[in-house]
């Protein structure tokens, strides 16, 4: 079974502070996502990386930093925190390479409260 | 632009009432449509992965079928444990996967 761990269920922050979100999947997958789950807004994409070292702008990195410096390991980084990055932050990881299922595997989610 | 469109938003069945929940997407180039449950305060857990249309998967209660223009979740018979939100995805070019927002689905015994 794929497992994604991460690091916290819940989280309170003040603002200003700088945060790390870590991830850490278990099944040797190349590509990993941050995702950040809205009411309303659904499922919006922060971050990706396709592999160690790699990252890519997701719909909304506004405020937000990757770091990938191994491939079980992706962490999201707030600068700042904001009272507006109040969330439900999601991991999720997939195999990557030529001819791999586009299926992603999520984590069981960071709830991050800044006040 | 790639858009997935649930309905309904939210859905109230009797126990062993059996309904449909719907898709429908516009992207180019299907990657795959993706179910997914998701339980109050938890990650979406991987249902099922439809790659053409006329595909049907099947798992328990629940059967997933696909077409050029939507999906649907059939779910037959259903128990108050199958209370949770759908996620609908598409695959999309360069690993991507854009959800629609979801039917909130309760089941009343």
């Known amino acids: 079974d794929v497992k994604v761990t991460q690091s916290s269920r819940y989280l309170v922050k003040r603002t200003g502070e700088k945060v790390f979100l870590e991830c850490v999947q278990d099944?040797?997958?190349?590509?990993m996502f941050w995702y950040r789950q809205d009411p309303g807004l659904g499922l919006r994409l922060i971050y990706f990386s396709y592999d160690v070292k790699m990252k890519e702008k997701g719909d909304i990195p506004e405020g937000y930093s990757v770091s990938r410096e191994k491939k079980e390991r992706f962490s999201l980084i707030l600068e700042s925190a904001s009272t507006n990055q109040t969330s439900m932050y999601l991991c999720a990881s997939r195999l990557g390479g030529a001819g791999a299922s586009e299926t992603q595997y999520f984590g069981p989610g960071t709830r991050l409260l800044v006040l | 632009e790639d858009q997935v469109t649930q309905s309904p938003e939210a859905l109230r069945l009797q126990e062993g009432e059996s309904s449909s929940l719907n898709c429908s997407y516009t992207v180019s180039g299907l990657r795959g449509l993706f179910w997914y449950r998701q339980d109050p305060g938890k990650g979406p857990e991987f249902l099922f992965t439809?790659?053409?249309a006329g595909e049907e998967k099947e798992k328990e209660r629940l059967k997933a079928t696909l077409t050029k223009k939507e999906s649907f979740l059939h779910i037959t018979a259903p128990k108050p444990e199958d209370s949770a939100t759908y996620l609908c995805?598409?695959?999309?070019?360069?690993?991507?996967?854009?959800f629609g927002e979801g039917t909130q689905l309760t089941v009343n015994p």
């Open positions: 099944m040797d997958h190349e590509n």
């Open positions: 439809l790659y053409s």
């Open positions: 995805a598409v695959g999309t070019s360069g690993s991507r996967l854009t």
